[in-house]
């Protein structure tokens, strides 16, 4: 059985092979980019040198804390602005371009950022970081909320989760990168600039490489439908499935998208935004993923991820190389566990029980942790230290198989389609306006109520994780275009029927099921007006296989 297993999956990966690499070009060394930015600065603030170039030392512990959230919170100040312009830029001039234009955006801010300091003041060099930060951030946003729309709108339903699970794996790399460089440089290079501006020169090398890799890859299908370009659309559905452009299952995805955007195509701005509030249920489909994007935010990873040093500092550990090596083992542990739940988790436990155990597993080693810091105020290594060491790695393992990972996947499968770039823009705005707060916060906090930090986190995660339970429904399987019908009747009914252990909650009851909601929405008067005016485009090329035939052959 493993063998067979085994050959299906070498012969997904060969069939799919060029959605794999847009998957890989875009997530992958995309949000390398971002995972290596984001936690680059936290490691660079615990050198000495940097500390000494920037005046930090002189500085008392409550100012160096504000400082420090300030350098580390400006690259989501402007990742806020980047993210919620990526709507207008992507909906104008396409996918690609937008996502180009961001990694040139980003390779200037991080030149300006690699050269701050020469021929300057301290106090100037301050400001220019500052700026750099803010520049390079704009190109994070952008690609943030870009990336996620680009890779689902270009991913093979079978291979969905797995193709936007490039994107954790990507800041999961990103961020180990940036811990090991930051390790090696206090190691190997003496006190000085180089210590910490080579570093930030090296994250260079992944902006490259996504402009030039991104260069080379298609538009997005769903965009050129929506521009009324259907041959270039048959042609990048045809090169993402690798099958012939005039293959009836090309031709059944293409009709399928044209459907759902029947009057929805070339929305303005404000029309988009409008449209969220056209129904109950459009509204809750655009508003979950940025609910998601709140909970992930409060359960403590970003904080964790920005400020590892200083967290493993304040339970008992001491010293620069001792921090800092127990920094790059987190980004060995998150990057480890976020590719086996790539590769074994998210499509075959679903989005649903990835985000219920890695939120219970989260919350737990979080209200460990903040008992122990409770308990041990004067931070004296013992036993118990390294327990809550290992409990941070677990943490680590738990948010990579949850809420590090599934977000990202369920956020761009939930939202409209007319409607996705601007849904996931804003949940990206509200992740970067988030972030900015815990950087500028959460030093603050350590220092002033110190273990009450990690409680805050926990009872978060306890909270998320119930939410999830009671109110959201399986996406794992679903093409796109059928999201919707998750979310049209018995919502809690389906969601509990989805949940671990909810038929103790519901007894015999069931929700209605997707293909009796797709068989009563067929039978209605419009939709067979659309269906007939689609089939009637087509030539005679459409297969009339009925609603089964439909549902099997659609390709994203």
Not at 183 to 206: C, D, E, H, T
Not at 326 to 342: E, M, P, Q, R, S
Not at 504 to 519: D, P, Q, S
Request: glycine share 10%.
């Amino acid at each position: 059985m493993m063998a067979a297993s085994s050959k299906k999956e070498l012969q997904d990966i060969i069939q799919y092979r060029n959605a794999y690499f847009v998957a890989f070009s875009a997530g992958v060394v995309g949000f390398t980019c971002f995972g290596w930015d984001v936690s680059l600065m936290g490691g660079m603030l615990a050198l000495k040198s940097f500390q000494s170039y920037f005046g930090l030392l002189s500085d008392s512990p409550s100012a160096r804390a504000s400082l420090s959230g300030n350098i580390v919170s400006v690259l989501q100040a402007g990742g806020f602005f980047g993210a919620l312009s990526s709507t207008y830029f992507s909906s104008r001039f396409g996918r690609k371009p937008s996502l180009l234009a961001s990694a040139v955006v980003f390779l200037i801010g991080i030149t300006i950022q690699s050269t701050t300091g020469i021929g300057m003041s301290a106090q100037v060099a301050l400001k220019v970081l500052y700026f750099s930060r803010f520049f390079a951030g704009i190109g994070i946003g952008l690609l943030s909320a870009l990336v996620p729309t680009y890779v689902s709108e270009c991913s093979p339903r079978a291979i969905r989760g797995r193709c936007l699970g490039s994107i954790p794996l990507g800041i999961a790399l990103g961020n180990m990168l940036a811990f090991w460089v930051n390790y090696g440089a206090s190691l190997n290079i003496s006190p000085g600039q180089m210590q910490w501006r080579l570093p930030i020169i090296i994250q260079i090398v992944p902006g490259v490489l996504f402009l030039f890799l991104m260069y080379f890859q298609p538009e997005s299908p769903r965009w050129l439908v929506e521009r009324g370009r259907y041959e270039e659309a048959a042609a990048v559905l045809a090169y993402i499935a690798r099958r012939d452009q005039d293959d009836d299952a090309i031709v059944l995805t293409l009709h399928e998208i044209r459907a759902d955007l029947v009057g929805r195509q070339n929305l303005s701005l404000i029309s988009q935004i409008r449209r969220m509030g056209e129904s109950k249920i459009i509204f809750l489909r655009c508003i979950i993923p940025s609910i998601a994007i709140i909970f992930q935010q409060w359960s403590g990873a970003i904080a964790i991820t920005y400020y590892t040093p200083q967290i493993f500092a304040s339970l008992g550990l001491t010293g620069t190389s001792a921090t800092l090596l127990d920094t790059g083992i987190y980004g060995v542990v998150k990057f480890v566990a976020t590719c086996f739940t790539l590769t074994h988790i998210i499509d075959s436990w679903g989005r649903k029980r990835t985000m219920i155990y890695g939120g219970l597993v989260q919350g737990l080693m979080m209200l460990w942790i903040g008992g122990y810091a409770g308990a041990h105020p004067n931070q004296s290594i013992g036993p118990a230290t390294y327990v809550s060491i290992v409990a941070v790695y677990i943490y680590a393992v738990a948010f990579s198989v949850g809420w590090g990972f599934t977000p990202h996947v369920f956020n761009a499968e939930v939202a409209p389609g007319h409607l996705r770039q601007l849904v996931l823009s804003l949940a990206c705005g509200t992740d970067r306006l988030l972030t900015y707060a815990l950087a500028q916060v959460t030093p603050t906090m350590l220092e002033r109520i110190s273990y009450g930090t990690y409680l805050v986190f926990g009872i978060s995660c306890m909270i998320m994780v119930v939410w999830v339970y009671f109110f959201l429904p399986e996406t794992t399987g679903y093409a796109l275009e059928d999201i919707k019908y998750l979310f049209e009747k018995d919502l809690i009914l389906r969601s509990l029927e989805d949940a671990p252990g909810g038929r103790v909650f519901i007894g015999t009851r069931r929700a209605t099921t997707v293909h009796e909601l797709k068989a009563i929405d067929a039978l209605s008067t419009d939709s067979s007006e659309v269906l007939k005016d689609l089939k009637s485009q087509s030539d005679g090329e459409l297969v009339q296989g009925g609603l089964q035939k439909w549902d099997g052959d659609i390709i994203i």
